[in-house]
């Protein structure tokens, strides 16, 4: 008659402080033709954690392992490790969503507000409408830490998905925004950085997808002029003219127009096939 039952409680084990805890269990399968009726029999009874005593209070099941003890007899061995030291399987279609929002670097040429403006005695300052290091020729400008988000999927595909065609269609899409919404972001807001990933024979393929997002503007004020709008990946430049600051009596810059450049080609993202 086919049976399990616990060889014993917990066999070998090992307690330590730099997460290498480790715990192991055994089962007996008896009167099981093959391995396959046998592990059928005995998943069942292995946990997905247990319990110890300290550091993080449970285990997580790492690997089960079997050997042939006899005709029709099986030794089962679950061994459990600290949580940050286990190896999951990763299904596929599952994914993993991260993200980075240290922010970027951007030249500022004009400030958003002058504070305050001193000349020398018996002179009188003039006014840049916040032109930032004006040297009588361009302004030079000071770099800001902008806020700038980047995220990245990884998603374990199907072998059937990566054929040479896709990766050509993701090589494609690189340094294309969204053509429409994505992830709930408005079409132009994300930009498709690349992918990253690989094929192996025994295994379905994890591919890490990389993008760039921001919003989409409207009226956005560059000295005394309003752009209507422009979207978060297109490039904005000023073209400064000279005025006299009769006040001043002096040559100051005035932004005489403001450009709005499309730089980036949109695509269809459902094509990323994430």
Do not use: C
């Amino acid at each position: 008659m086919a049976d399990v039952f616990e060889a014993f409680g917990y066999g070998d084990g090992k307690d330590g402080t730099d997460k290498s805890s480790t715990r192991s269990l055994s089962w007996y399968a008896v009167g099981y033709a093959t391995e396959t009726t046998a592990k059928a029999a005995v998943v069942g009874s292995v946990p997905d954690t247990i319990a110890i005593t300290g550091g993080p209070g449970y285990l997580f099941k790492d690997d089960l392992s079997w050997t042939r003890e006899g005709p029709d007899v099986w030794l089962f061995v679950a061994s459990y490790v600290h949580p940050d030291r286990r190896d999951e399987d990763v299904d596929t279609g599952s994914y993993t969503f991260s993200f980075d929002t240290m922010g970027g670097k951007e030249k500022m040429t004009a400030s958003l507000a002058t504070i305050s403006k001193t000349a020398r005695a018996g002179a009188t300052a003039a006014d840049f409408k916040g032109l930032i290091n004006w040297d009588g020729k361009k302004a030079a400008g000071v770099s800001i830490t902008v806020p700038q988000l980047q995220f990245q999927i990884a998603k374990r595909q199907t072998n059937a998905t990566i054929t040479m065609a896709y990766v050509q269609t993701l090589a494609g899409l690189t340094g294309r925004t969204n053509d429409a919404t994505f992830l709930t972001w408005d079409a132009g807001e994300v930009l498709f950085l690349g992918a990253r990933g690989k094929e192996e024979t025994d295994a379905d393929p994890e591919v890490t997808y990389y993008f760039a997002a921001g919003p989409n503007v409207t009226s956005l004020d560059v000295g005394e002029i309003t752009v209507p709008a422009k979207k978060a990946h297109e490039y904005i430049w000023v073209f400064y003219d000279k005025l006299e600051d009769t006040t001043a009596k002096k040559l100051v810059a005035r932004p005489y127009q403001v450009n709005v450049e499309s730089v980036y080609e949109s695509a269809d993202f459902s094509d990323l096939s994430i």
